[in-house]
């Protein structure tokens, strides 16, 4: 049951899969990867949390970056995510990843550099230990 696990496990396994869409993506149009190792705590009801945070992938200069998406797009058909696909408030195609048991998600879009992916993220929700405070960097 997704609500046992703990928030380090619910960012481990976020983190995790963040970085398995952006490997998605060929090596010969990969720079770098940068996954964030923080991110926050969002509520997803009075009693449980999410991790949010994300990661960005720097592409050779000159690479488009919207084929690639669909390219992500085209890998989840028919996996454990649903899948919602549409233009963005800057006019960037976006896939959206929502797990179809979970609040677990990604938002896969044109980074807000050239050349660049960005993967937004939300864990599945869990339960924060007795005393711990939601706020800051997790």
Not at 4 to 14: D, G, I, S, V
Not at 25 to 49: M, R
Request: glycine share 8%.
């Amino acid at each position: 049951m997704e609500s046992e696990l703990t928030w380090q496990e619910a960012k481990a396994r976020t983190l995790a899969m963040q970085l398995e869409i952006a490997e998605l993506i060929p090596e010969a149009k990969v720079v770098k990867i940068h996954n964030k190792k923080t991110g926050t705590l969002f509520s997803c009801s009075e009693t449980q949390h999410r991790w949010k945070g994300s990661n960005t992938v720097t592409l050779t200069e000159g690479t488009e970056p919207e084929p690639l998406v669909r390219a992500i797009e085209a890998h989840f058909q028919d996996s454990r995510f649903d899948i919602e696909a549409g233009i963005d408030n800057v006019g960037n195609y976006e896939v959206q990843l929502r797990s179809l048991n979970t609040a677990e998600n990604y938002i896969v879009a044109a980074g807000w550099d050239p050349d660049t992916i960005r993967i937004d993220s939300g864990s599945p929700c869990f339960t924060l230990p007795e005393g711990v405070y939601p706020g800051g960097d997790f």
